[in-house]
């Protein structure tokens, strides 16, 4: 597994290759923030990634919007900072 504690960023995870790629690097170790502009399909999606045994979490973006990037860049790491401060050992998404 060569992307254990590594936090993944995913655009357009909902369907296609975004969602293979998501699915690998969780399958790698992985914690995968699941990114698509459809927010239904990227839920399935990290749903599919935790009932697998990963860890993800799901955001809806719009790559176009400089906003929605900067929040999908921010909301992963702020959730990760957060769950690590409440419990050091338990850095998971779910």
């Known amino acids: 597994m060569r ?3 590594k936090v993944s960023i995913i655009t ?3 369907s296609g290759i975004g969602h293979a790629t998501a699915v690998k690097f969780a399958r790698e170790g992985a914690k995968v ?3 698509d502009i459809n927010e ?3 839920h399935k999606v990290a749903k599919e990634i ?3 045994g990963g860890e ?3 955001f809806h973006v719009d ?5 929605s990037i900067a929040r999908m860049v921010d909301a992963p790491v702020t959730h990760v900072v957060a ?3 409440r419990a050091p050992s338990d850095m998971s998404f779910a």
Not at 63 to 67: A, F, I, Q, R
């Open 3 to 5: 992307l254990v504690d």
């Open 12 to 14: 357009g995870a909902g």
């Open 33 to 35: 923030a699941v990114c």
């Open 40 to 42: 239904t399909s990227a």
């Open 50 to 52: 935790n009932d697998d």
């Open 56 to 58: 993800a979490i799901h």
């Open 63 to 67: 790559v176009t919007d400089k906003e």
């Open 83 to 85: 769950r690590e401060a």
